[in-house]
């Protein structure tokens, strides 16, 4: 009878061990893979996240209705067109005005912010280069260096007394080559001598232009020309590839969820099948609950600072909002927009509408703003936060700055929204499979014989 741990006749992808190395690099290869192409799998993976958000309501309209989910997906998506047409019919005209409005006060801010600094800030530095240019001409001494064209005069001078038949000399050479002497005061130039001084180099330079040269410069500012145009035609095209597949992807994914779910449920060994859906369903929880809840607070946090800063008076109040609430799907990004409308009430109220005190400035361009912003933290964070969030992903502070951080820098804007889920399901996953094998194996090799 063999002993149940002779490994003489195993095969090696039969130790445990090997076999979850092995699971450990597909699943490395795949998620490799996935961010090589994450410019093609970016719209796929919305429109799964988007499926996944709305999978509730799908399954609701399906039920209520007894439709099929293939109907009642594209019964939703038809009220979400709708939602969006009329949305953009009422915001977008004033939108557009408020970016065109902003693109034309741009000269104006840098006009502004220019002469302020020539008025003020450039004589103070050139006083300081001045300085610096003084200091540096003093040799390391002290002594004081005469002056180049003083020492001149001075040698002149001295030669002169040495000699005095040097001026007659030159005076006879010069009349002997034909050539005015430089003590003989030069006769003022003609009017017709400057015109000349300044056409004949102008002319010169016309001669010196080579075709060759003119061919060049219209072919590079050609090249940049179409290279801008594919440029824009590229990023349009790319955008409307990215709506048409996420859409396509999210109807597809909501139509097949269920089965999508029960083919991955017959991957999983029986044994561990029960362990494995409790796990799974800690991490739906967190999941579902953090999106979901982000769109809302996302939702709420631009409806608030819209509103608000257009009671106030803050200039482009609409475009402003809606950034705030658009970088409100990640932590801590909607303050960008606050400082943002900070910045753009003061430089606005200073460069178009005059200064007209401090007491002005700081009550309508930094405090009111400030105010209304938060309002909208205070909303998010006290009231939609805790009833919607909850305590799902039961992160600490730092480690939801942590991931936000890590998450940005790895894949941009998607990677500080799944930031958070994907950090806690890494706790999750911790908890429950890795630290109790490491407990069990801490007190294993750490029990008295």
Not at 143 to 165: C, I, R, V
Not at 225 to 249: E, K, P, W
Not at 422 to 439: D, G, W
Request: hydrophobic share 50%.
């Amino acid at each position: 009878m063999n002993h149940p741990d002779n490994h003489a006749d195993r095969h090696v992808w039969e130790f445990r061990w090997v076999r979850d190395l092995i699971v450990i690099a597909i699943i490395a290869l795949i998620l490799l893979a996935i961010y090589s192409a994450r410019s093609v799998v970016a719209p796929a993976l919305f429109g799964l996240v988007f499926a996944y958000v709305l999978n509730p309501i799908v399954t609701w309209i399906a039920k209520r209705d007894r439709i099929s989910r293939a109907q009642a997906t594209g019964a939703l998506l038809f009220g979400l067109a709708l939602i969006v047409v009329i949305l953009g019919m009422l915001i977008t005209p004033v939108l557009a005005g408020q970016i065109d409005r902003l693109f034309d006060n741009l000269q104006n801010y840098a006009q502004w912010t220019t002469d302020k600094f020539e008025k003020h800030a450039a004589p103070y530095l050139q006083q300081v280069t001045d300085r610096l240019e003084q200091s540096g001409q003093q040799p390391a001494d002290g002594t004081n260096t005469p002056d180049t064209a003083q020492t001149a005069d001075t040698s002149e001078t001295a030669n002169t007394a040495d000699n005095p038949n040097l001026n007659s000399d030159s005076s006879s050479i010069a009349d002997i080559a034909g050539t005015p002497s430089t003590t003989q005061p030069t006769t003022q130039p003609t009017t017709a001598e400057p015109t000349q001084a300044l056409t004949k180099p102008i002319a010169k330079s016309a001669e010196n232009i080579d075709l060759s040269t003119i061919g060049s410069v219209l072919l590079s500012t050609a090249n940049h020309t179409i290279s801008v145009i594919g440029a824009a035609v590229g990023t349009t095209t790319y955008i409307i590839l990215f709506m048409v597949v996420a859409v396509f992807s999210f109807f597809f994914f909501s139509w097949k969820l269920d089965r999508i779910i029960a083919w991955c449920a017959g991957l999983i060994p029986r044994k561990n099948r029960k362990r494995t859906f409790e796990i799974i369903a800690m991490m739906d929880t967190t999941i579902a609950a953090f999106i979901r809840g982000r769109l809302i607070q996302s939702m709420a946090m631009g409806t608030v600072l819209s509103i608000g800063w257009g009671i106030v008076g803050v200039p482009y109040w609409l475009a402003l909002g809606l950034l705030g609430g658009l970088l409100n799907l990640a932590p801590f990004l909607a303050s960008l927009a606050w400082i943002l409308a900070v910045i753009l009430a003061v430089v606005d109220l200073l460069s178009t509408s005059g200064f007209e005190g401090w007491g002005h400035l700081m009550l309508w361009s930094i405090l009111l703003p400030t105010l209304i912003y938060a309002c909208g933290q205070f909303l998010d964070g006290w009231v939609i936060e805790p009833i919607v969030q909850g305590s799902a992903t039961n992160l600490d502070p730092l480690t939801v700055l942590l991931a936000v951080l890590i998450g940005g820098s790895l894949a941009g804007m998607l990677g500080l929204i799944l930031a958070i889920p994907l950090a806690a399901c890494i706790k999750i996953l911790a908890a429950e499979l890795v630290l109790p094998t490491y407990r069990q194996w801490a007190n294993r090799e750490t029990a008295p014989e």
